[in-house]
Protein backbone atom coordinates (compact mmCIF):
# COMPACT_ATOMS: atom_id res chain seq x y z
CA UNK A 1 0.00 0.00 0.00
CA UNK A 2 2.55 2.18 0.97
CA UNK A 3 4.72 1.53 -1.70
CA UNK A 4 2.18 2.26 -4.04
CA UNK A 5 1.53 5.82 -2.53
CA UNK A 6 5.02 6.70 -3.07
CA UNK A 7 5.56 5.64 -6.37
CA UNK A 8 2.63 7.07 -7.17
CA UNK A 9 4.36 10.47 -5.44
CA UNK A 10 6.94 10.25 -7.23
CA UNK A 11 5.37 9.96 -10.76
CA UNK A 12 3.48 13.01 -9.59
CA UNK A 13 3.68 16.15 -11.77
CA UNK A 14 5.69 18.93 -10.27
CA UNK A 15 2.70 21.18 -10.93
CA UNK A 16 0.26 19.57 -8.85
CA UNK A 17 -1.56 21.39 -6.46
CA UNK A 18 -0.66 20.06 -2.82
CA UNK A 19 -3.08 18.36 -0.29
CA UNK A 20 -4.06 20.40 2.56
CA UNK A 21 -1.64 18.74 5.08
CA UNK A 22 0.88 19.21 2.98
CA UNK A 23 0.44 22.77 2.67
CA UNK A 24 -0.10 23.22 6.51
CA UNK A 25 3.34 21.48 6.77
CA UNK A 26 4.77 23.57 4.39
CA UNK A 27 3.64 26.53 6.42
CA UNK A 28 4.81 25.47 9.13
CA UNK A 29 8.65 24.43 7.84
CA UNK A 30 8.38 28.35 6.63
CA UNK A 31 7.29 29.68 10.43
CA UNK A 32 10.82 30.31 12.38
CA UNK A 33 9.53 30.50 15.73
CA UNK A 34 7.27 27.62 15.77
CA UNK A 35 10.80 25.11 14.13
CA UNK A 36 12.74 27.15 16.84
CA UNK A 37 10.07 26.02 19.38
CA UNK A 38 9.81 22.72 18.23
CA UNK A 39 13.75 22.37 18.29
CA UNK A 40 13.76 23.48 22.00
CA UNK A 41 11.37 20.69 23.04
CA UNK A 42 12.65 18.14 21.50
CA UNK A 43 15.92 18.72 23.05
CA UNK A 44 14.34 19.44 26.33
CA UNK A 45 12.52 15.39 25.66
CA UNK A 46 15.23 13.95 24.41
CA UNK A 47 17.57 15.34 27.38
CA UNK A 48 15.18 13.76 29.53
CA UNK A 49 14.44 10.50 27.67
CA UNK A 50 18.37 9.42 27.70
CA UNK A 51 19.45 11.29 30.77
CA UNK A 52 21.30 7.90 32.01
CA UNK A 53 23.02 8.22 29.30
CA UNK A 54 24.49 11.40 29.49
CA UNK A 55 27.26 11.10 31.81
CA UNK A 56 25.46 13.19 34.26
CA UNK A 57 26.07 13.24 38.39
CA UNK A 58 23.55 11.22 40.39
CA UNK A 59 20.54 13.43 40.81
CA UNK A 60 19.98 11.92 43.91
CA UNK A 61 23.45 11.91 45.98
CA UNK A 62 23.66 15.02 48.29
CA UNK A 63 26.62 16.29 50.06
CA UNK A 64 26.41 18.21 53.46
CA UNK A 65 29.53 20.16 52.27
CA UNK A 66 28.66 21.66 49.04
CA UNK A 67 25.13 22.63 49.49
CA UNK A 68 23.80 25.51 47.48
CA UNK A 69 26.62 26.29 44.81
CA UNK A 70 26.30 29.02 42.52
CA UNK A 71 25.83 28.79 38.78
CA UNK A 72 29.10 28.44 37.21
CA UNK A 73 31.13 26.50 39.64
CA UNK A 74 33.62 24.38 38.45
CA UNK A 75 31.99 20.52 38.52
CA UNK A 76 28.57 22.32 39.17
CA UNK A 77 27.26 24.04 35.88
CA UNK A 78 24.10 25.35 37.25
CA UNK A 79 25.41 24.83 41.09
CA UNK A 80 23.97 22.78 43.78
CA UNK A 81 20.50 22.50 45.47
CA UNK A 82 19.59 22.90 48.94
CA UNK A 83 21.18 18.99 50.01
CA UNK A 84 24.13 19.67 47.61
CA UNK A 85 22.85 17.66 44.46
CA UNK A 86 24.01 18.58 41.25
CA UNK A 87 20.67 21.03 39.46
CA UNK A 88 22.28 20.32 36.04
CA UNK A 89 21.43 16.38 36.76
CA UNK A 90 18.44 16.98 38.78
CA UNK A 91 16.79 19.81 36.16
CA UNK A 92 16.82 16.72 33.43
CA UNK A 93 15.85 14.34 35.30
CA UNK A 94 13.44 16.08 36.62
CA UNK A 95 12.25 16.82 33.07
CA UNK A 96 11.23 13.07 32.45
CA UNK A 97 8.69 13.04 35.36
CA UNK A 98 7.33 16.91 34.72
CA UNK A 99 6.82 15.92 31.02
CA UNK A 100 4.87 12.97 32.07
CA UNK A 101 2.72 14.44 34.48
CA UNK A 102 2.12 17.44 32.25
CA UNK A 103 1.53 16.00 29.13
CA UNK A 104 -0.25 12.62 29.91
CA UNK A 105 -3.68 14.53 31.34
CA UNK A 106 -4.03 16.79 27.67
CA UNK A 107 -3.37 13.16 25.93
CA UNK A 108 -6.08 11.35 27.48
CA UNK A 109 -8.22 14.43 27.84
CA UNK A 110 -8.18 14.55 23.96
CA UNK A 111 -9.36 10.87 23.99
CA UNK A 112 -11.49 11.10 25.85
CA UNK A 113 -13.00 14.49 24.78
CA UNK A 114 -12.89 13.80 21.60
CA UNK A 115 -14.77 10.77 21.86
CA UNK A 116 -17.41 12.65 23.98
CA UNK A 117 -17.80 15.57 21.60
CA UNK A 118 -17.76 13.78 18.98
CA UNK A 119 -20.90 11.70 19.98
CA UNK A 120 -22.25 13.97 21.56
CA UNK A 121 -22.46 16.37 18.15
CA UNK A 122 -23.05 13.64 15.89
CA UNK A 123 -26.03 11.66 17.36
CA UNK A 124 -27.58 15.39 18.65
CA UNK A 125 -30.65 15.38 20.69
CA UNK A 126 -30.74 14.47 24.43
CA UNK A 127 -27.51 12.46 24.64
CA UNK A 128 -26.27 15.80 23.18
CA UNK A 129 -27.87 17.59 26.19
CA UNK A 130 -27.01 15.05 29.04
CA UNK A 131 -23.46 15.28 27.83
CA UNK A 132 -23.06 19.03 27.17
CA UNK A 133 -25.54 20.02 30.53
CA UNK A 134 -22.98 17.39 32.65
CA UNK A 135 -19.46 19.36 31.22
CA UNK A 136 -21.37 22.54 32.39
CA UNK A 137 -21.04 21.47 36.00
CA UNK A 138 -17.41 21.46 35.27
CA UNK A 139 -17.27 24.79 34.18
CA UNK A 140 -18.75 26.40 36.99
CA UNK A 141 -15.47 25.57 38.65
CA UNK A 142 -12.17 28.04 37.63
CA UNK A 143 -10.02 24.61 36.61
CA UNK A 144 -7.48 25.76 39.38
CA UNK A 145 -9.47 25.40 41.73
CA UNK A 146 -11.18 21.95 40.56
CA UNK A 147 -7.96 20.93 40.36
CA UNK A 148 -6.83 21.32 43.73
CA UNK A 149 -10.53 20.82 44.68
CA UNK A 150 -10.28 16.50 43.36
CA UNK A 151 -6.53 16.75 44.18
CA UNK A 152 -6.75 17.78 47.34
CA UNK A 153 -9.82 15.55 48.46
CA UNK A 154 -8.05 12.38 46.42
CA UNK A 155 -4.38 13.26 48.44
CA UNK A 156 -0.95 13.75 47.36
CA UNK A 157 0.36 11.50 44.38
CA UNK A 158 1.54 11.69 40.75
CA UNK A 159 -1.70 9.41 39.81
CA UNK A 160 -4.14 11.63 41.69
CA UNK A 161 -2.72 14.57 40.15
CA UNK A 162 -2.86 13.20 36.34
CA UNK A 163 -6.44 11.78 37.69
CA UNK A 164 -7.27 15.69 38.37
CA UNK A 165 -5.96 16.96 35.72
CA UNK A 166 -7.31 15.19 33.27
CA UNK A 167 -11.10 15.72 34.90
CA UNK A 168 -9.95 19.58 34.32
CA UNK A 169 -9.39 19.39 30.61
CA UNK A 170 -11.86 16.68 29.56
CA UNK A 171 -14.67 19.35 29.32
CA UNK A 172 -12.77 21.78 27.53
CA UNK A 173 -11.83 19.06 24.75
CA UNK A 174 -15.26 17.85 24.68
CA UNK A 175 -16.78 21.52 23.87
CA UNK A 176 -14.12 21.98 21.03
CA UNK A 177 -14.93 18.64 20.34
CA UNK A 178 -18.63 19.33 20.23
CA UNK A 179 -18.48 22.39 18.21
CA UNK A 180 -16.34 21.18 15.61
CA UNK A 181 -18.24 18.21 15.04
CA UNK A 182 -21.72 20.23 15.14
CA UNK A 183 -20.22 22.07 12.25
CA UNK A 184 -19.52 19.27 9.87
CA UNK A 185 -22.21 17.19 10.81
CA UNK A 186 -24.47 18.53 7.80
CA UNK A 187 -22.42 18.84 4.95
CA UNK A 188 -23.18 17.18 1.82
CA UNK A 189 -20.25 14.45 2.33
CA UNK A 190 -21.38 12.66 5.20
CA UNK A 191 -25.04 13.01 3.42
CA UNK A 192 -23.82 10.96 0.77
CA UNK A 193 -22.23 8.39 3.63
CA UNK A 194 -25.12 7.87 4.95
CA UNK A 195 -27.01 7.33 2.36
CA UNK A 196 -24.83 4.71 0.65
CA UNK A 197 -25.52 3.17 3.93
CA UNK A 198 -22.66 3.72 6.23
CA UNK A 199 -23.51 3.04 9.88
CA UNK A 200 -22.97 6.14 12.58
CA UNK A 201 -19.94 4.29 13.95
CA UNK A 202 -18.61 4.09 10.70
CA UNK A 203 -19.58 7.82 9.34
CA UNK A 204 -17.91 9.10 12.83
CA UNK A 205 -14.70 7.00 12.61
CA UNK A 206 -14.12 7.25 9.13
CA UNK A 207 -15.99 10.45 7.31
CA UNK A 208 -15.83 12.71 10.63
CA UNK A 209 -12.82 11.62 12.61
CA UNK A 210 -10.64 13.26 9.79
CA UNK A 211 -12.12 16.24 9.49
CA UNK A 212 -12.08 16.90 13.54
CA UNK A 213 -9.14 16.17 14.61
CA UNK A 214 -7.12 19.06 13.23
CA UNK A 215 -8.65 21.90 15.46
CA UNK A 216 -9.07 19.71 18.56
CA UNK A 217 -5.26 18.51 18.39
CA UNK A 218 -4.37 22.42 17.82
CA UNK A 219 -6.55 23.37 20.79
CA UNK A 220 -4.94 20.64 22.92
CA UNK A 221 -1.15 21.53 21.99
CA UNK A 222 -2.33 24.97 23.72
CA UNK A 223 -4.14 23.44 26.94
CA UNK A 224 -0.36 21.19 27.34
CA UNK A 225 1.54 25.00 28.49
CA UNK A 226 -1.80 25.43 31.05
CA UNK A 227 -1.23 21.41 32.39
CA UNK A 228 2.70 21.81 32.21
CA UNK A 229 1.83 24.81 34.61
CA UNK A 230 -1.04 23.38 36.69
CA UNK A 231 0.81 19.80 37.45
CA UNK A 232 3.86 21.69 38.32
CA UNK A 233 1.61 23.67 40.39
CA UNK A 234 0.45 20.99 42.19
CA UNK A 235 3.68 19.31 43.19
CA UNK A 236 4.90 23.04 44.18
CA UNK A 237 2.11 22.61 46.86
CA UNK A 238 3.11 19.17 47.82
CA UNK A 239 -0.04 17.37 45.69
CA UNK A 240 2.64 15.84 43.23
CA UNK A 241 5.41 13.21 43.77
CA UNK A 242 7.33 13.21 47.33
CA UNK A 243 11.05 14.36 47.74
CA UNK A 244 13.82 13.16 46.99
CA UNK A 245 12.01 12.69 43.47
CA UNK A 246 13.20 15.68 41.33
CA UNK A 247 10.69 17.40 39.60
CA UNK A 248 10.48 21.08 38.22
CA UNK A 249 7.82 22.10 40.62
CA UNK A 250 8.06 19.62 43.54
CA UNK A 251 12.31 21.15 43.19
CA UNK A 252 10.98 25.16 43.42
CA UNK A 253 9.05 24.48 46.36
CA UNK A 254 11.59 22.79 48.12
CA UNK A 255 14.12 25.48 47.08
CA UNK A 256 12.20 28.25 48.38
CA UNK A 257 13.64 28.32 51.59
CA UNK A 258 17.16 28.99 49.55
CA UNK A 259 16.43 32.13 48.01
CA UNK A 260 17.96 34.12 50.68
CA UNK A 261 21.20 32.16 50.29
CA UNK A 262 21.38 31.56 46.65
CA UNK A 263 18.75 33.01 44.95
CA UNK A 264 19.10 32.58 41.18
CA UNK A 265 19.62 28.23 41.59
CA UNK A 266 16.30 28.67 43.20
CA UNK A 267 14.77 29.82 40.01
CA UNK A 268 16.25 27.44 37.44
CA UNK A 269 13.20 24.84 37.82
CA UNK A 270 10.46 27.73 37.03
CA UNK A 271 12.84 28.44 33.76
CA UNK A 272 12.27 24.73 32.30
CA UNK A 273 8.48 25.26 33.42
CA UNK A 274 8.43 28.70 31.70
CA UNK A 275 10.46 27.08 28.30
CA UNK A 276 8.06 23.71 28.07
CA UNK A 277 5.18 25.96 28.39
CA UNK A 278 5.70 28.99 25.68
CA UNK A 279 7.03 26.45 23.52
CA UNK A 280 4.08 24.94 23.46
CA UNK A 281 1.97 27.71 23.01
CA UNK A 282 3.68 28.90 20.45
CA UNK A 283 3.89 25.94 18.51
CA UNK A 284 -0.20 25.87 18.89
CA UNK A 285 -0.20 29.48 17.63
CA UNK A 286 1.98 28.80 14.65
CA UNK A 287 -0.22 25.31 13.63
CA UNK A 288 -3.65 27.13 14.39
CA UNK A 289 -2.47 29.62 12.15
CA UNK A 290 -0.76 27.28 9.67
CA UNK A 291 -4.26 25.37 9.25
CA UNK A 292 -5.89 28.58 9.37
CA UNK A 293 -8.62 28.07 12.04
CA UNK A 294 -10.28 30.88 13.93
CA UNK A 295 -10.83 30.21 17.60
CA UNK B 1 -34.25 42.37 28.93
CA UNK B 2 -36.13 40.93 32.24
CA UNK B 3 -37.03 37.39 30.57
CA UNK B 4 -33.73 37.37 29.37
CA UNK B 5 -32.27 37.77 32.85
CA UNK B 6 -35.22 35.55 34.52
CA UNK B 7 -34.01 33.12 32.11
CA UNK B 8 -30.36 33.07 32.72
CA UNK B 9 -31.25 32.94 37.10
CA UNK B 10 -33.27 29.82 36.39
CA UNK B 11 -30.92 28.08 34.42
CA UNK B 12 -28.38 28.98 36.78
CA UNK B 13 -30.22 26.62 39.30
CA UNK B 14 -29.50 23.39 38.09
CA UNK B 15 -26.00 24.30 38.00
CA UNK B 16 -25.66 24.98 41.66
CA UNK B 17 -27.46 21.96 42.87
CA UNK B 18 -24.54 20.13 40.51
CA UNK B 19 -22.16 22.58 42.21
CA UNK B 20 -23.27 21.62 45.72
CA UNK B 21 -23.21 17.67 44.57
CA UNK B 22 -19.36 17.78 43.38
CA UNK B 23 -18.66 19.73 46.71
CA UNK B 24 -20.56 17.24 48.46
CA UNK B 25 -18.96 14.59 46.98
CA UNK B 26 -15.70 15.78 47.10
CA UNK B 27 -15.28 14.23 50.58
CA UNK B 28 -16.40 10.73 49.83
CA UNK B 29 -13.52 10.01 46.88
CA UNK B 30 -11.38 10.71 49.85
CA UNK B 31 -9.78 7.48 50.76
CA UNK B 32 -9.34 6.93 54.05
CA UNK B 33 -11.85 7.50 56.87
CA UNK B 34 -13.04 11.40 57.06
CA UNK B 35 -12.61 11.18 60.80
CA UNK B 36 -9.01 10.61 61.27
CA UNK B 37 -8.22 13.93 61.46
CA UNK B 38 -10.17 14.21 64.65
CA UNK B 39 -9.85 10.69 66.80
CA UNK B 40 -7.06 10.03 68.93
CA UNK B 41 -5.10 7.07 67.39
CA UNK B 42 -5.88 5.25 70.72
CA UNK B 43 -9.84 6.45 70.20
CA UNK B 44 -11.92 3.49 71.22
CA UNK B 45 -14.93 1.84 68.69
CA UNK B 46 -17.61 3.42 70.80
CA UNK B 47 -15.73 7.05 70.49
CA UNK B 48 -15.33 6.57 66.69
CA UNK B 49 -19.28 5.70 66.59
CA UNK B 50 -20.24 8.62 68.24
CA UNK B 51 -18.28 11.41 66.54
CA UNK B 52 -19.96 8.58 63.52
CA UNK B 53 -23.13 9.89 64.31
CA UNK B 54 -22.10 13.48 65.34
CA UNK B 55 -21.09 14.18 62.04
CA UNK B 56 -24.04 12.17 60.14
CA UNK B 57 -21.45 9.98 58.13
CA UNK B 58 -23.85 6.57 59.71
CA UNK B 59 -26.19 7.80 57.00
CA UNK B 60 -27.07 6.72 53.21
CA UNK B 61 -25.64 9.12 51.03
CA UNK B 62 -28.69 10.68 49.64
CA UNK B 63 -29.98 11.87 53.00
CA UNK B 64 -26.84 13.53 54.16
CA UNK B 65 -26.54 14.59 50.96
CA UNK B 66 -29.85 16.54 51.32
CA UNK B 67 -29.56 17.23 55.10
CA UNK B 68 -25.91 19.02 53.70
CA UNK B 69 -27.52 20.75 51.43
CA UNK B 70 -30.45 22.03 53.66
CA UNK B 71 -27.69 23.10 56.45
CA UNK B 72 -25.94 24.91 53.30
CA UNK B 73 -28.94 26.73 52.25
CA UNK B 74 -29.10 28.11 55.63
CA UNK B 75 -25.70 29.07 55.72
CA UNK B 76 -24.26 25.86 57.90
CA UNK B 77 -21.34 24.70 56.80
CA UNK B 78 -20.54 22.69 59.46
CA UNK B 79 -17.16 23.12 61.75
CA UNK B 80 -13.97 23.40 60.51
CA UNK B 81 -12.17 19.95 62.11
CA UNK B 82 -8.61 21.30 63.46
CA UNK B 83 -9.91 24.67 64.97
CA UNK B 84 -13.65 23.79 65.92
CA UNK B 85 -14.79 27.08 64.49
CA UNK B 86 -17.63 27.32 62.08
CA UNK B 87 -16.47 26.86 58.23
CA UNK B 88 -19.03 29.90 56.58
CA UNK B 89 -17.43 32.42 59.18
CA UNK B 90 -13.43 31.24 58.21
CA UNK B 91 -14.44 31.09 55.02
CA UNK B 92 -15.53 34.67 54.42
CA UNK B 93 -12.79 36.31 56.77
CA UNK B 94 -10.68 35.07 54.18
CA UNK B 95 -12.46 35.46 50.81
CA UNK B 96 -11.96 39.34 51.76
CA UNK B 97 -8.62 39.26 51.82
CA UNK B 98 -8.96 37.54 48.49
CA UNK B 99 -10.91 39.91 46.30
CA UNK B 100 -8.59 42.38 47.61
CA UNK B 101 -6.10 41.02 45.61
CA UNK B 102 -7.98 39.68 43.16
CA UNK B 103 -9.53 43.49 42.38
CA UNK B 104 -5.82 44.84 42.12
CA UNK B 105 -4.37 42.42 40.17
CA UNK B 106 -7.40 42.86 37.92
CA UNK B 107 -7.12 46.41 37.55
CA UNK B 108 -3.29 46.21 37.00
CA UNK B 109 -3.79 43.17 34.49
CA UNK B 110 -7.27 44.55 32.53
CA UNK B 111 -5.69 48.51 32.01
CA UNK B 112 -2.45 47.29 30.63
CA UNK B 113 -4.39 43.90 28.62
CA UNK B 114 -6.61 46.60 27.06
CA UNK B 115 -4.21 48.95 26.21
CA UNK B 116 -2.07 46.47 24.60
CA UNK B 117 -4.42 44.87 22.95
CA UNK B 118 -6.28 47.87 21.33
CA UNK B 119 -2.70 49.63 20.25
CA UNK B 120 -1.29 45.89 19.05
CA UNK B 121 -4.92 45.10 16.76
CA UNK B 122 -4.50 48.63 15.53
CA UNK B 123 -1.09 48.66 14.24
CA UNK B 124 -0.78 45.20 12.91
CA UNK B 125 2.05 43.48 12.07
CA UNK B 126 4.41 46.68 13.57
CA UNK B 127 7.50 46.39 15.87
CA UNK B 128 4.75 47.40 18.63
CA UNK B 129 2.20 44.49 18.16
CA UNK B 130 5.03 42.57 18.18
CA UNK B 131 6.39 43.65 21.59
CA UNK B 132 2.67 43.35 22.85
CA UNK B 133 1.95 39.81 21.50
CA UNK B 134 5.57 38.73 23.12
CA UNK B 135 4.32 40.05 26.40
CA UNK B 136 0.98 38.64 26.21
CA UNK B 137 2.13 34.97 25.34
CA UNK B 138 4.85 35.43 27.82
CA UNK B 139 2.19 36.30 30.28
CA UNK B 140 -0.23 33.34 29.77
CA UNK B 141 2.28 31.22 29.51
CA UNK B 142 4.91 31.82 32.61
CA UNK B 143 3.76 29.60 35.99
CA UNK B 144 3.23 32.64 38.60
CA UNK B 145 4.05 31.23 41.53
CA UNK B 146 7.54 31.06 39.89
CA UNK B 147 7.21 34.73 38.86
CA UNK B 148 6.30 35.60 42.38
CA UNK B 149 9.13 34.04 43.74
CA UNK B 150 11.21 35.63 40.98
CA UNK B 151 10.03 39.22 42.19
CA UNK B 152 10.55 38.21 45.59
CA UNK B 153 14.17 37.35 44.61
CA UNK B 154 15.07 40.86 43.08
CA UNK B 155 12.53 43.32 45.15
CA UNK B 156 12.40 41.81 48.85
CA UNK B 157 16.08 39.86 48.74
CA UNK B 158 18.27 41.72 46.00
CA UNK B 159 16.91 45.23 46.55
CA UNK B 160 15.16 44.88 50.02
CA UNK B 161 12.28 47.45 48.68
CA UNK B 162 9.24 45.45 49.53
CA UNK B 163 8.05 42.22 51.82
CA UNK B 164 8.36 39.20 50.95
CA UNK B 165 5.19 37.57 52.70
CA UNK B 166 2.42 38.22 54.95
CA UNK B 167 -0.74 40.73 54.79
CA UNK B 168 0.92 43.64 56.64
CA UNK B 169 3.32 44.60 59.54
CA UNK B 170 3.19 42.24 62.68
CA UNK B 171 2.00 38.70 60.94
CA UNK B 172 -1.58 39.17 59.08
CA UNK B 173 -3.35 40.93 61.09
CA UNK B 174 -6.34 43.33 60.32
CA UNK B 175 -6.44 45.03 57.10
CA UNK B 176 -5.62 48.72 56.28
CA UNK B 177 -5.63 50.89 53.80
CA UNK B 178 -2.48 52.68 54.12
CA UNK B 179 1.19 52.33 52.62
CA UNK B 180 2.60 50.13 55.37
CA UNK B 181 -0.23 47.84 54.22
CA UNK B 182 -0.12 48.32 50.62
CA UNK B 183 3.54 47.73 50.61
CA UNK B 184 2.48 43.83 51.36
CA UNK B 185 -0.22 43.95 48.13
CA UNK B 186 2.54 45.10 45.73
CA UNK B 187 4.45 41.80 44.60
CA UNK B 188 1.06 39.33 44.59
CA UNK B 189 -1.11 41.68 42.95
CA UNK B 190 1.31 42.32 40.45
CA UNK B 191 2.22 38.63 39.80
CA UNK B 192 -1.30 37.52 39.84
CA UNK B 193 -2.03 40.09 36.83
CA UNK B 194 -0.12 38.31 34.09
CA UNK B 195 -2.07 36.11 33.09
CA UNK B 196 -5.09 38.44 33.08
CA UNK B 197 -3.01 41.03 31.15
CA UNK B 198 -1.44 37.93 28.17
CA UNK B 199 -5.38 36.58 27.84
CA UNK B 200 -6.92 39.91 27.40
CA UNK B 201 -4.65 41.44 25.22
CA UNK B 202 -4.82 38.32 22.67
CA UNK B 203 -8.52 39.06 22.85
CA UNK B 204 -8.53 42.12 22.54
CA UNK B 205 -5.87 42.22 19.75
CA UNK B 206 -7.86 39.64 17.85
CA UNK B 207 -11.17 41.47 18.52
CA UNK B 208 -10.04 44.62 17.36
CA UNK B 209 -8.54 42.94 14.20
CA UNK B 210 -11.53 41.62 13.22
CA UNK B 211 -13.47 44.61 13.67
CA UNK B 212 -11.01 46.49 11.44
CA UNK B 213 -11.04 43.90 8.65
CA UNK B 214 -15.07 44.25 8.50
CA UNK B 215 -17.12 46.79 5.76
CA UNK B 216 -18.92 48.65 8.25
CA UNK B 217 -15.09 50.40 9.14
CA UNK B 218 -14.84 50.63 5.33
CA UNK B 219 -18.19 52.32 4.90
CA UNK B 220 -17.45 54.62 8.23
CA UNK B 221 -14.14 55.78 6.90
CA UNK B 222 -15.40 56.73 3.29
CA UNK B 223 -18.02 58.95 4.92
CA UNK B 224 -15.29 61.11 6.13
CA UNK B 225 -15.46 60.12 10.00
CA UNK B 226 -12.07 61.07 11.45
CA UNK B 227 -10.12 57.95 12.97
CA UNK B 228 -10.71 58.57 16.35
CA UNK B 229 -14.63 58.50 15.92
CA UNK B 230 -14.06 55.29 13.69
CA UNK B 231 -11.73 53.76 16.68
CA UNK B 232 -14.98 54.40 18.83
CA UNK B 233 -17.00 52.48 16.91
CA UNK B 234 -14.08 49.31 17.60
CA UNK B 235 -14.70 50.01 21.04
CA UNK B 236 -17.98 49.65 21.00
CA UNK B 237 -18.04 46.29 19.33
CA UNK B 238 -14.89 44.53 20.88
CA UNK B 239 -16.61 45.63 24.36
CA UNK B 240 -19.26 42.77 24.86
CA UNK B 241 -16.78 39.85 24.29
CA UNK B 242 -13.46 42.00 26.17
CA UNK B 243 -15.55 42.15 29.65
CA UNK B 244 -17.00 38.80 29.37
CA UNK B 245 -13.46 37.47 28.95
CA UNK B 246 -12.41 40.13 31.98
CA UNK B 247 -15.40 38.95 34.03
CA UNK B 248 -14.10 35.16 33.38
CA UNK B 249 -10.81 36.19 34.57
CA UNK B 250 -11.59 37.84 37.72
CA UNK B 251 -13.31 34.50 38.64
CA UNK B 252 -10.05 32.68 37.57
CA UNK B 253 -8.36 35.08 40.06
CA UNK B 254 -10.69 34.43 43.00
CA UNK B 255 -11.15 30.91 42.73
CA UNK B 256 -7.57 30.03 41.61
CA UNK B 257 -5.68 32.11 44.14
CA UNK B 258 -4.38 29.30 46.31
CA UNK B 259 -0.91 29.41 44.32
CA UNK B 260 -0.14 32.83 44.73
CA UNK B 261 -1.24 33.01 48.07
CA UNK B 262 0.90 30.01 48.88
CA UNK B 263 4.10 32.08 47.76
CA UNK B 264 3.42 35.02 49.03
CA UNK B 265 1.36 33.72 52.65
CA UNK B 266 -0.72 36.37 51.45
CA UNK B 267 -3.90 35.36 54.39
CA UNK B 268 -6.69 34.65 51.78
CA UNK B 269 -8.93 31.57 50.66
CA UNK B 270 -6.43 30.28 48.60
CA UNK B 271 -4.26 29.77 51.78
CA UNK B 272 -7.09 28.38 54.10
CA UNK B 273 -7.59 26.05 51.16
CA UNK B 274 -4.27 25.08 51.23
CA UNK B 275 -4.23 24.00 54.95
CA UNK B 276 -7.22 22.30 54.85
CA UNK B 277 -5.43 20.17 52.41
CA UNK B 278 -2.96 19.21 54.36
CA UNK B 279 -4.47 19.13 57.84
CA UNK B 280 -7.42 16.90 56.14
CA UNK B 281 -10.20 18.94 57.51
CA UNK B 282 -12.51 18.15 55.48
CA UNK B 283 -15.34 20.46 56.08
CA UNK B 284 -13.24 23.34 55.77
CA UNK B 285 -12.10 21.77 52.08
CA UNK B 286 -15.93 21.21 50.97
CA UNK B 287 -16.86 24.72 52.15
CA UNK B 288 -14.37 26.54 50.67
CA UNK B 289 -14.42 24.86 47.45
CA UNK B 290 -18.56 25.18 47.63
CA UNK B 291 -18.35 29.12 48.94
CA UNK B 292 -15.69 30.18 45.77
CA UNK B 293 -17.31 27.80 43.11
CA UNK B 294 -20.70 29.71 44.63
CA UNK B 295 -18.90 33.02 43.79
CA UNK B 296 -17.62 32.11 39.98
CA UNK B 297 -21.61 30.99 39.11
CA UNK B 298 -22.61 34.58 40.40
CA UNK B 299 -20.08 36.46 38.80
CA UNK B 300 -20.60 34.87 35.56
CA UNK B 301 -24.45 35.41 35.77
CA UNK B 302 -23.28 38.79 36.50
CA UNK B 303 -21.21 39.11 33.63
CA UNK B 304 -23.72 37.60 30.85
CA UNK B 305 -26.03 39.95 32.52
CA UNK B 306 -23.88 43.30 31.65
CA UNK B 307 -23.58 41.83 28.41
CA UNK B 308 -26.79 41.68 27.37
CA UNK B 309 -27.16 45.47 28.87
CA UNK B 310 -24.47 46.61 26.38
CA UNK B 311 -25.07 44.21 23.70
CA UNK B 312 -28.54 44.52 22.11
CA UNK B 313 -28.32 41.69 19.73
CA UNK B 314 -27.68 39.54 22.75
CA UNK B 315 -31.53 40.04 24.03
CA UNK B 316 -33.00 39.24 20.74
CA UNK B 317 -30.48 36.02 20.49
Not at chain 1, 138 to 164: H, W
Not at chain 1, 170 to 177: D, G, L, M, Y
Not at chain 2, 224 to 231: K, P, S
Amino acid sequence: MSTITDLALQAAPVTKARGYWATVGRRIMRDKISIACALILILIFASALFAPWLGLADPYQGSMIRRLRHIGTPGYLLGTDELGRDMLSRLVYGGRLSLIIGILPVILAFVIGTGLGLVAGYVGGKLNTAIMRTIDVFYAFPSVLLAIAISGALGAGIVNSIVSLTVVFVPQITRVAESVTTGVRNMDFVEAARASGAGPLTIMRVHMLGNVLGPIFVYATGLISVSMILAAGLSFLGLGTKPPEPEWGLMLNTLRTAIYVNPWVAALPGVMIFAVSICFNLLSDGMRSAMDIRN
Amino acid sequence: MFTYIARRIVYVIPIVISVALVCFLLVHITPGDPLVAVLPADASQELAQQLRTAYGFDRPLPVQFGLWLWRAVHGDLGSSIATGRPVLSEVMRAVGNTVTLAIFAAMIGFTLGLLFGLIAGYFRDSWIDKLATSFAIAGVSVPHYWLGMVLVIIFSVQLNWLPAVGAGPGGSGAWAWDWDHLRYLILPAVTSSVIPMGIVTRTVRALTGDILSQDFVEALRAKGLRETNVFRHVIKNAAPTALAVMGLQLGYMLGGSILIETVFSWPGSGLLLNSAIFQRDLPLLQGTILVLALFFVLLNLLVDIAQAAIDPRIKRG
